[in-house]
């Protein structure tokens, strides 16, 4: 059987969450078992680090003295949106969105907010963004939706709340790869079990016809 995988080269080790890595063969972006952002507290503006660690007061406090902008970006492209949604803080998420941000900006690899808080396994983030409105259109460098994202983790509430939203079952990306697909060449079978029951094409194949 062929490898898989193929890596980019691995950044230095960092104790916070990395997205350094991308599976090339399946199209996907991957990286540590948290699959966040590389984050380094210097390069960011003071309201990017308070919406990283959850700090609403601080967010808060930045907005009111109109010091930061809701949608103000950092190095990469990222918003305060896509570092709360990140690591996981609803209250910052509802702050944002209270405030009018932009839920669809992009980051350098085309990663909506929505697409981090699906990855990262966020479910109270994915549901305010899906909420309020969320573009589900929108893909990443790799041609990726939401719910390929989705297909690597084992919280079904999220894939099927995105499958409530209407978001298309049979997408593909770059690879031809729908979710399915990804779920089944990462050996995820609660998804796997998921997308068949919820009507995807199991006999789905991608651009070499192969699957």
Same mark, same amino acid.
């Given at each position: 059987?062929?490898?898989? %995988? #193929? %890596?980019?080269?691995?950044?230095?080790?960092?104790?916070?969450?990395?997205?350094?890595?991308?599976?090339?063969? #399946?199209?996907?972006?991957?990286?540590?078992?948290?699959?966040? !952002?590389?984050?380094?507290?210097?390069? /960011?503006?003071?309201?990017?680090?308070?919406? #990283?660690?959850?700090?609403?007061?601080?967010?808060?406090?930045?907005?009111?003295?109109?010091?930061?902008?809701?949608?103000?970006?950092?190095?990469? @492209?990222?918003?305060?949106?896509?570092?709360?949604?990140?690591?996981? !803080?609803?209250?910052?998420?509802?702050? /944002?969105?209270?405030?009018?941000?932009?839920?669809?900006?992009?980051? @350098?690899?085309?990663?909506?907010?929505?697409? &981090?808080?699906?990855?990262?396994?966020?479910?109270?983030?994915?549901?305010?963004? /899906?909420?309020?409105?969320?573009?589900?259109?929108?893909?990443? *460098?790799?041609?990726?939706?939401?719910?390929? !994202?989705?297909? %690597?983790?084992?919280? *079904?509430?999220?894939?099927?709340?995105?499958? &409530?939203?209407?978001?298309?079952?049979?997408?593909?990306?770059?690879?031809?790869? *729908?979710?399915?697909?990804?779920?089944?060449?990462?050996?995820?079978?609660?998804?796997?079990?998921?997308?068949?029951?919820?009507?995807? @094409?199991?006999?789905? *194949?991608? @651009?070499? &016809? &192969? !699957?």
């Amino acid at each position: 059987m062929k490898k898989i %995988f #193929s %890596f980019r080269r691995k950044r230095a080790v960092n104790p916070l969450p990395t997205f350094a890595l991308r599976r090339r063969d #399946s199209g996907v972006q991957e990286s540590d078992p948290n699959s966040g !952002y590389l984050i380094r507290a210097k390069d /960011l503006e003071k309201i990017h680090k308070a919406a #990283s660690t959850g700090a609403v007061a601080k967010v808060q406090h930045q907005l009111l003295l109109r010091k930061s902008g809701v949608n103000d970006r950092d190095k990469m @492209n990222r918003t305060p949106l896509h570092l709360a949604c990140t690591n996981g !803080y609803p209250d910052v998420v509802a702050l /944002l969105v209270e405030r009018h941000c932009d839920l669809n900006l992009l980051d @350098n690899d085309n990663l909506t907010p929505l697409m &981090k808080a699906v990855r990262c396994q966020h479910e109270e983030c994915a549901t305010t963004l /899906l909420k309020h409105g969320a573009d589900l259109n929108l893909v990443d *460098t790799d041609n990726n939706t939401a719910l390929h !994202y989705a297909a %690597f983790g084992q919280n *079904t509430a999220i894939a099927a709340k995105l499958l &409530k939203h209407n978001m298309d079952i049979e997408g593909k990306n770059k690879e031809g790869y *729908t979710p399915l697909v990804v779920a089944i060449r990462e050996n995820n079978l609660a998804m796997v079990d998921f997308f068949l029951k919820n009507g995807a @094409n199991m006999n789905a *194949t991608d @651009n070499t &016809k &192969k !699957y």
